[in-house]
């Protein structure tokens, strides 16, 4: 089911039409999306600007009609770039911890990465380039991609293509992971690289081609250094270089040391007040005069 324009109002926004009958969501999403229309185009080079449809379904049952039912349980929005549809859930079935701007980048940057390179690009630069167009990061995601460092659990990239079939917390890793490979991409070899990728894509070549010719290595080659890197900078030790995590773990220290002087200074509060009222209760029977039964003379 598509929802029709007497059921929904009907908005230009860009090269793409919103449907949505909740008012109070538009505003958002016309400016996410212009924020992300422009860093799109910057990153990739050139104007993209692909046909969409932009649907915000307001139950469950409506988003699994416009989506076929595909999507996965912990995903807050999907994209069908051959469709030209992106469906998301509306903020009001509080099932995603993303902002329904951050949804709205994502998904329009999906859109406009298959645009420019004629075709589905791998899972994962499609995954972090979208992740990095919304700005998508946040300390869990730190802590899930240095435990799965830690633990020697980061997911090849070939196998990325599968994450819609993975759980939430596989599923966060793998995200996790694309943005770091493809963050570490533009450090190490800049977006003209990065255009040169999608021109070979676009050309027909394969990931492995694309990227020998673009920056010299194969697949293998690219991934050791990328996951290499991740190691250095993705590591528990690592947090406390970074200044960003360095900063959110002081304020969280900060808490949580705030909250436990409360806490013992409440404890010792009761404690003198319990020893207060004890000392109160010796000190009325120290004083207090005993009642005489002894019988008087004479009875």
């Not at 185009?41 to 649907?55: A, T």
């Not at 998301?88 to 079935?93: D, E, H, S």
């Not at 806490?263 to 109160?280: A, Q, T």
């Amino acid at each position: 089911m598509v929802v029709s324009s007497s059921e929904a109002a009907e908005i230009k926004v860009g090269s793409g039409t919103l449907h949505s009958r909740s008012p109070q969501y538009r505003a958002e999403i016309t400016r996410s999306f212009a924020r992300a229309q422009r860093l799109v185009d910057s990153l990739i080079g050139i104007p993209v600007r692909p046909h969409f449809e932009l649907y915000v379904a307001d139950t469950k049952s409506e988003f699994d009609s416009l989506t076929g039912g595909a999507a996965p349980d912990w995903g807050g929005a999907v994209t069908m770039p051959s469709l030209g549809r992106i469906v998301i859930k509306t903020p009001a079935l509080g099932q995603q911890e993303k902002s329904l701007g951050e949804l709205v980048a994502h998904e329009y940057a999906h859109i406009a990465l298959h645009h420019a390179v004629g075709g589905p690009p791998p899972r994962w630069l499609d995954e972090g380039f979208a992740m990095l167009v919304a700005t998508e990061w946040r300390f869990e995601d730190y802590i899930a991609l240095a435990s799965a460092n830690l633990f020697h659990q980061l997911i090849p990239l070939a196998e990325i293509e599968r994450v819609n079939a993975l759980d939430a917390g596989q599923a966060q890793v793998a995200y996790a992971e694309c943005y770091a490979v493809v963050t570490h991409f533009f450090e190490q070899y800049g977006a003209s690289s990065f255009r040169m990728v999608l021109a070979e894509l676009r050309a027909g070549r394969n990931q492995n081609m694309a990227l020998r010719r673009a920056i010299g290595v194969d697949m293998h080659g690219f991934q050791v250094e990328a996951f290499t890197a991740i190691d250095a900078r993705f590591s528990f030790l690592g947090a406390f270089v970074d200044s960003n995590v360095f900063w959110m773990a002081l304020a969280g220290l900060t808490v949580a040391g705030f909250v436990a002087a409360r806490l013992r200074r409440r404890r010792r509060l009761r404690e003198s007040e319990e020893e207060e009222r004890r000392d109160r209760l010796a000190e009325g029977a120290l004083w207090t005069e005993p009642t005489d039964t002894t019988p008087e003379d004479g009875a």
